[in-house]
């Protein structure tokens, strides 16, 4: 379990974060929605290390993390895929996918292998053009590939910050749904933040609402997509 | 007609031995974001231990090899005692500004030049020493002719050039060259990948260091060791970096041979003296019409 | 005018009280106070032009050299007076410091610092080229000359040393009274916003170039004046304007303080006395040659280092935080 407690950071004056407290099951999908500059970005970054926080601790499977490097939160296996389709234009599709597999080459060498192999498998359209530079993908490709080199290193839980910003319903309808049967399949935890509301609630198992960095609810998905007045107040529709 | 082939090989095997300091210069910046002048420093004062090495007659590769690992080893620590601690201060007012933010890791390895030269000032006494090739400096003939270039300048080229591409397979077709180019491309999405974009920095260091060394070594013979000795070498070397692209590595090798070729011709046909006069010419044109560098992709780290 | 009025009584102040040491102390230390005057306007060019607009130049040596060949060719060519040729040659540095500026502008980092660091490399051959004008290698003899009479019957004997630390005095006060105006001026605050967030001074209106460039214009004015005062002690040429003049001037403004009027005094004073105090400091010792020879540079290094490392704002900053007593504008 993703175990959030009292956390507080600072940042600008918005999105920042107010004794924020709420949990992750393992094994499923937790949304946090919100308008923006709620801190919702502030707080996928501040799991992933990215961000320290003033005061409060974070917990996967009863390790802290909070203290921890980036790329050793990683390594724990909680991985991040940030906001806007956050890949490295000047490295081929091939290369962005392996870079983050790297650091499980030492240990398991032929899984990276059969791990690089599964991304294509679960996102043919990057599979046709490996050696091509990843600045020459559309929008929506570069997010898929953002999650694939995510989700090659193996992660128990996946961060997703706002995985439809910008890209086409039917193409968040596809990312959507490899998440899901990711997780519904192969147990993948997955901590998804979304301005979209109605998508992340459809998939979700459950929701936190967050708002000027407070949490105003916390309760299962069907629940809060259900609640009108609530979502009227702070997500104005 | 002799006399432009033996400036066409000079320049290209001094353009060679530019092109490695371009080189070490190269992977730093992009690796730290910073000029490392202390770069040649460091090579002078591996220069000087190999020289120790050698005067102990000891055998020449024997010294090559110390040498370039103490040139890494320089690299190294400098970054860990200096860069880190550095990069740690980034809360502090005056590095509060992005362009400050820049240029004082460069006054640090400016400070660090100081010291590597006084040290090996008060070490070796600051004494020029001469400094053994690996193989005859002399003119080489083959048959009766004469021939325009020397062995030296053909292993100096052949190195090189084995070192140039090694270094490219490295960064393009290893694991630890991706993480390489990863952590300098983008050290966030580095991060979040699991690469210890740290660790690796700290690599790139090394790597520069040694390659610095070696470029060192192969200007000795004709420079001697001194502790200003190498500024000379330093000077060219990032001069090839600018006028070539920082960002682009064989940009800065390409600007490394110009300046090379350029060198030569100049001694040979004009005067010696007219050399840095020369440099600046180019240095200034290159500047006014492509102020990121020959070899830039768009537009130039924004510092 | 408040502020103008506080900075001229600053400069004042300034003129009377090294005036004031400058009659108890012997001739040697006479002599390099002169120096640490004249260093104290080169170090202002760079809190002006790294300090203040964020640009980083590594020849500011060369700037300086323009300013001493100028003034070095108006006293002997023209026969100027050295009173009139000091001021006329911050015109010649802020001529080239204009050329140099246009191309500056568009440069970011560390293009900068490899033109400038180049420019610096290339004045011996200019000096070089035109031999019979600038005298190549040698360079050029000036100096400050006698004092005049009316001096000598005020104040008894003068020593050269004193002389030169005379003349220095008045172009350091005033250097001091127009660097406190730009410091404190609306300008400034423009040149800051570059410093800061070019882009974000681009959007608000401000033209990016155009203040580079004037920044670069005026720091050159002060090294002119820096330079024709440093070859005011007897000779202008490619060896006084040694690109390590260009670093110590960079480790002075560094140690010091980069954002700072104190911090460029205390800059200066350090890098010309140091050797002095290291000197004093280890003559107990009997150390070889080889070691006391480099240690003055040893611990420049280390000290630069050690200041880039530990407080980036230099003593001057530090000292205001201590006394809680800041002129230290950020």
Redesign the interface.
């Known amino acids: 379990m993703l175990k959030i407690e009292n956390l507080t950071v600072n940042f600008d004056a918005n999105s920042a974060l107010d004794n924020v407290s709420f949990s992750a099951e393992v094994g499923k999908i937790t949304t946090v929605i919100g308008a923006n500059g709620a801190g919702k970005s502030t707080l996928l970054r501040t799991i992933s290390g990215l961000k320290a926080p003033k005061s409060g601790s974070i917990t996967w499977r009863d390790s802290e993390l909070v203290g921890m490097r980036p790329e050793a939160i990683v390594r724990a296996g909680v991985a991040l895929v940030p906001e806007g389709h956050a890949v490295i234009p000047e490295l081929t599709i091939d290369e962005n996918i392996r870079m983050g597999a790297l650091f499980r080459l030492r240990k398991a060498k032929s899984d990276v292998t059969t791990a690089i192999a599964e991304m294509y498998e679960l996102f043919p359209q990057l599979a046709d053009r490996r050696k091509a530079p990843s600045s020459t993908l559309s929008g929506g490709e570069r997010q898929m590939l953002a999650i694939a080199r995510a989700l090659v290193s193996r992660p128990e839980i996946l961060l997703l910050d706002e995985p439809s910003l910008g890209l086409a319903p039917l193409i968040v309808k596809q990312i959507i749904g490899i998440i899901e049967e990711l997780c519904r399949k192969s147990g993948l935890t997955v901590l998804l933040v979304e301005q979209n509301a109605n998508t992340a609630l459809d998939v979700a198992d459950h929701g936190v609402l967050l708002a000027l960095g407070k949490v105003v609810a916390d309760r299962p998905a069907k629940d809060l997509r259900a609640d009108v007045s609530l979502r009227e107040a702070y997500l104005g529709y | 007609m002799q006399t432009f082939l033996t400036a066409l090989f000079t320049g290209t095997s001094h353009g060679a031995i530019y092109a490695l300091v371009a080189l070490g210069l190269v992977l730093v910046?992009r690796g730290a974001g910073?000029?490392n002048f202390a770069q040649m420093g460091q090579a002078m004062f591996s220069a000087y231990i190999a020289s120790t090495i050698i005067n102990h007659h000891i055998n020449y590769w024997w010294a090559f090899i110390v040498a370039i690992i103490a040139g890494g080893a320089l690299g190294g620590a400098i970054d860990v005692l200096?860069i880190r601690?550095?990069k740690k201060?980034s809360g502090?007012?005056?590095?509060?500004?992005?362009?400050?933010r820049?240029?004082?890791?460069?006054?640090?390895s400016?400070?660090?030049?100081?010291?590597l030269?006084?040290?090996a000032?008060?070490i070796w006494?600051?004494e020029e020493r001469g400094f053994p090739a690996p193989v005859s400096t002399l003119g080489l003939s083959i048959g009766k002719r004469a021939m325009p270039f020397t062995r030296f300048d053909i292993f100096v080229i052949v190195l090189i050039w084995l070192i140039l591409i090694a270094t490219t397979l490295l960064l393009n077709k290893t694991?630890v060259g991706?993480?390489m180019?990863?952590s300098a491309?983008?050290m966030?999405?580095?991060?979040?990948?699991?690469?210890?974009?740290r660790s690796i920095r700290t690599l790139g260091w090394i790597l520069s260091g040694s390659l610095a060394s070696v470029a060192g070594l192969m200007v000795a013979p004709a420079t001697n060791v001194s502790?200003n000795s190498l500024d000379l070498l330093m000077?060219i070397g990032?001069?090839a970096?600018?006028i070539g692209g920082?960002n682009s590595l064989w940009g800065s090798v390409t600007g490394a041979f110009i300046l090379g070729l350029t060198i030569s011709f100049i001694n040979i046909y004009d005067a010696p003296?007219?050399?840095?006069?020369g440099?600046?010419a180019i240095?200034?044109a290159v500047?006014?019409f492509r102020?990121?560098?020959l070899f830039a992709k768009g537009k130039?780290?924004?510092? | 005018m408040f502020k103008i009025r506080r900075n001229a009584s600053i400069a004042i102040a300034f003129f009377v009280f090294v005036f004031a040491i400058g009659t108890f102390v012997g001739p040697y230390n006479q002599g390099q106070i002169a120096v640490a005057l004249t260093l104290f306007i080169g170090v202002l060019s760079i809190n002006i032009l790294t300090g203040l607009s964020g640009q980083l130049s590594l020849g500011q040596g060369a700037l300086m050299a323009v300013g001493g060949y100028g003034c070095a060719l108006m006293m002997i060519n023209a026969h100027l007076s050295m009173w009139l040729a000091i001021p006329l040659s911050l015109i010649a540095s802020a001529l080239v410091g204009l050329l140099l500026g246009l191309v500056a502008a568009k440069l970011s980092g560390p293009y900068l610092a490899g033109t400038t660091l180049v420019l610096a490399l290339a004045m011996p051959t200019v000096a070089n080229k035109f031999d019979s004008i600038l005298g190549g290698d040698t360079g050029l003899s000036i100096d400050t000359g006698m004092p005049p009479t009316w001096l000598s019957k005020v104040m008894g004997d003068i020593a050269i040393e004193q002389w030169n630390l005379y003349v220095s005095l008045p172009f350091a006060a005033l250097a001091l009274f127009f660097a406190a105006n730009l410091f404190t001026s609306q300008s400034s605050r423009r040149w800051r916003a570059v410093r800061d967030h070019e882009s974000a001074a681009a959007l608000v209106g401000i033209n990016v170039e155009r203040t580079k460039i004037s920044v670069f214009v005026i720091s050159s004015a002060f090294a002119g004046v820096a330079g024709a005062l440093y070859g005011l002690r007897g000779l202008v040429g490619p060896s006084v304007f040694a690109i390590s003049l260009s670093l110590s001037l960079l480790t002075g403004s560094i140690l010091g303080g980069l954002r700072s009027i104190a911090g460029a005094g205390l800059g200066s004073v350090i890098i010309v006395f140091l050797p002095d105090w290291i000197g004093k400091v280890i003559h107990p010792f009997s150390l070889s040659d080889q070691v006391t020879n480099y240690l003055p540079a040893f611990v420049s290094g280390l000290l630069l280092v050690l200041t880039v490392v530990v407080n980036p704002s230099g003593l001057a900053a530090l000292f205001a935080k201590i006394f809680r007593f800041s002129r230290v504008k950020r």
Request: proline share 6%.
């Open positions: 910046w910073l000029i200096v601690p550095l201060k502090s007012s005056i590095l509060s500004s992005p362009s400050m820049d240029a004082i890791p460069v006054i640090a400016l400070g660090i030049l100081g010291i030269q006084s040290a000032g008060m006494a600051g694991s991706l993480a180019r990863a491309l983008n966030e999405v580095a991060r979040l990948s699991g690469i210890r974009t502790p000077i990032f001069t970096c600018v920082l003296g007219d050399v840095f006069l440099i600046f240095l200034i500047m006014i102020p990121s560098g130039a780290r924004n510092v």
